[in-house]
């Protein structure tokens, strides 16, 4: 059989959006954005992170690896979210499938690259500087929880 | 879309998400390893506490406390580049004031600045604490951390540990911290540019308003 006569009996990916997921996402993503948000208010502002008694976020905040080459990481960690927020709005409202598809395969690869590099700053906080800062901890579980919804929607796409 | 065609595209979603996190990881640790800290203080004239020329016609007074987060921002981001373009040109008097507003670590690691400065070694012995707390945290500012930092510096450790001990350095810092006070310096950190005050971690173009405004005078 040819590749072209292989590929016209492979079955066809509907793209559905389940709400169930959807409702996930939203949660996440606004848990994430004010948590970074907040994070990234604090740099622009210069002002003091309130810790609520939990961990030491003034070590955590002066640490060298609260930065990449001068820039704070909370302010890419809000740019993450904005993205999966817009890609979350193009998955929920385009009319083409595969456009949709793809939308959600974005979510997937900025979530996953998020949760790898959470996991790391998490590892630092805890075994390198012996600081813990929360709002990290709330933006690392929500990362990753966008990462695993993600996984298990595309999943749900191919089966 | 074609099913082969999803899982195929689905497979290259993960496998970019891995890498860019991974690219992440590398450009992180990269830049902890190459981080920025404050100018050296090689071809400046300094005393005790202070550095430049005395009678420079701008004087900056830095209040700090070592477990203040936006005190380290401060320090690696923002005094190396006024100490470059003003201290060391002669236009500006830099000195520097630990506080302990933080709590005993804070007080330790200021008294053991103190007795740094006693042998001269003042501003490499805050580098190196700060670059401590920035790469490992509290542990930098304990007694041990305190010790490692001065043993490094070539500091003699007998004379170094007897002014911990015996706490030599306490009226020097409660000397420090009355007048801080007495200024009116509640919050860390504190830049006074000709009695001119400036609290917070600043933009670096704030100071250096305020400073050619001085210079302006």
């Known amino acids: 059989m040819s590749k072209k006569a292989a590929l016209r009996k492979t079955p066809v990916v509907a ?7 959807t409702w996930a996402f939203v949660l996440l993503t606004a848990t994430g954005l004010l948590a970074s948000g907040y994070l990234s208010y604090t740099y622009l502002t210069s002002s003091t992170l309130y810790c609520a008694g939990i961990g030491n976020c003034e070590v955590v905040h002066a640490s060298a690896y609260a930065k990449i080459f001068g820039v704070p990481i909370a302010y890419a960690g809000l740019a993450s979210y904005v993205a999966l927020a817009a890609l979350l709005v193009a998955r929920s409202s385009l009319d083409d499938a595969r456009s949709r598809y793809l939308a959600i395969l974005g979510v997937q690869a900025v979530a996953i690259a998020g949760t790898v590099f959470s996991a790391y700053l998490t590892y630092v906080e805890f075994f390198v500087i012996n600081a813990i800062c929360p709002w990290c901890v709330v933006s690392a579980i929500a990362i990753t929880g966008v990462a695993i919804v993600a996984y298990l929607e595309v999943r749900a796409q191919l089966r | 879309m074609r099913h082969r065609e999803a899982r195929r595209l689905a497979n290259y979603s993960l496998t970019l998400g891995l890498i860019m996190g991974l690219g992440l990881v590398l450009l992180s640790l990269y830049s ?8 050296s203080t090689e071809g400046i004239q300094t005393e005790r506490r202070g550095m430049g020329s005395p009678d420079a016609k701008v004087q900056m007074v830095v ?3 070592f477990q203040c987060g936006h005190c380290a921002t401060l320090h690696s981001e923002v005094e190396g580049q006024l100490i470059e373009r003003y201290v060391k040109t002669g236009q500006v008097h830099l000195e520097v004031r630990p506080v302990g507003f933080l709590g005993e670590a804070s ?7 103190l007795a740094a400065a006693d042998q001269g070694k003042f501003f490499e012995f805050r580098d190196s604490l700060f670059r401590g707390v920035r790469t490992i945290g509290p542990a930098a500012l304990t007694v041990d951390g305190l010790k490692t930092a001065a043993n490094s510096l070539g500091l003699d450790m007998q004379v170094f540990e007897s002014a911990l001990i ?3 350095k306490k009226p ?3 000397a420090i911290m009355a007048e801080a006070r007495s200024s009116g310096t509640r919050y860390v950190p504190t830049v006074l540019i000709n009695g001119q005050s400036l609290v917070g971690a600043q933009p670096l173009q704030e100071y250096v308003r305020v400073i050619e405004s001085e210079l302006a005078k």
């Open chain 1, 15 to 21: 793209v559905r959006t389940d709400a169930r997921y």
């Open chain 2, 32 to 39: 902890v390893n190459t981080g920025a800290s404050a100018a």
């Open chain 2, 63 to 65: 209040y700090f406390d």
């Open chain 2, 107 to 113: 007080q330790r690691a200021a008294e053991a600045a």
């Open chain 2, 166 to 168: 015996s706490n030599s």
């Open chain 2, 172 to 174: 020097e810092l409660d």
